[in-house]
């Protein structure tokens, strides 16, 4: 009873965090640029987990060669990843964001049947109709500002890296420690993010002290911690349990995003965020061999 308990508070905990993450996102972009933003927010993030990883004491070691296979996936699943949402969010709200983020296990699951050869049913198809149906209707909803609809195309971009990350874990979920398939994730995302060091060091010396804390505080919490603590949760839960709980992730960043920001997107918008979020939700239940994942 108690150990359910705490699973439940890990599982809250994490979602709140990776919730949260959408909002600072939205806080950080008034001080600093896509890139530099995520730069600085995976340097702090990559050396919290240099700390954990060497303090550890993992026992198995990742061979150099699966070492390469994981940076390249963090170039795509991190660093592609987070410079696409940051820029999306220039122009879409945090909590339209994150549904649009939901969408990861739908493509997921397209990924699965082009380079994994996995059957799909008809749910899944249906699934992915819906979900269809529900971007369509985003689109329109959020057309009324300019570059909407372009940043609702950079969010996609990032749903989709972080499926390849997801369908590129895979392979190494059951071999390594979690702890150091993450670092060495997070490590090849902050490799290509440092192109944007010109940019983040001008960045830094002009922006206020509370944009540089949120930045801080994504690399540290949602960046690190809640990853631990999924990984911590998945120890007892069941991957299509666990997957369910983060059709939640979206509800709570709408939720911080008008409390914090006082985001309000238009009814259609949520109206079509709903259907595609159910669409997913469809997907993944139907999906024979569900996958969970998170890149946030």
């Known amino acids: 009873m108690m150990q359910s308990f705490k699973v439940s508070i890990v599982v809250i905990v994490a979602i709140v965090l990776w919730a949260s993450a959408f909002v600072g996102i939205r806080i950080g972009l008034t001080g600093y640029s896509p890139g530099g933003l995520a730069l600085l927010r995976f340097l702090v993030a990559s050396l919290f987990m240099a700390l954990i990883y060497y303090g550890h004491g993992i026992k198995k070691p990742i061979p150099w060669k699966d070492r390469i296979q994981l940076l390249i996936a963090g170039m795509a699943g991190i660093g592609i990843y987070n410079i696409c949402l940051n820029y999306g969010e220039l122009s879409v709200s945090a909590g339209i964001a994150s549904f649009i983020i939901g969408l990861m296990p739908v493509l997921t699951v397209l990924l699965s049947l082009i380079f994994l050869q996995e059957k799909l049913s008809r749910g899944v198809w249906l699934g992915i109709l819906i979900s269809v149906l529900g971007l369509v209707l985003l689109a329109i909803g959020e057309n009324s500002e300019p570059g909407m609809q372009q940043g609702i195309l950079a969010i996609l971009v990032s749903a989709l890296m972080g499926a390849i990350l997801t369908i590129i874990q895979k392979q190494f979920a059951s071999v390594y420690h979690p702890v150091a398939i993450i670092s060495w994730v997070m490590w090849g995302g902050t490799l290509l993010l440092l192109m944007f060091a010109p940019a983040l ?50 509800i709570v960043s709408t939720f911080l995003g008008f409390i914090l920001l006082n985001e309000q997107p238009s009814l259609i918008s949520l109206l079509g965020s709903g259907i595609t979020l159910f669409g997913a939700f469809i997907a993944n239940r139907f999906q024979i061999r569900p996958t969970t994942a998170v890149s946030e």
């Not at 690190?224 to 939640?248: D, E, F, M, R």
């Open 201 to 250: 060091i001008q960045e830094i010396q002009t922006a206020d002290l509370q944009t540089t804390l949120a930045v801080v505080y994504m690399g540290i919490f949602p960046a690190a911690i809640a990853y631990l603590a999924w990984g911590y949760a998945l120890k007892y839960l069941s991957a299509s349990n666990a997957s369910v709980t983060l059709y939640a992730l979206p």
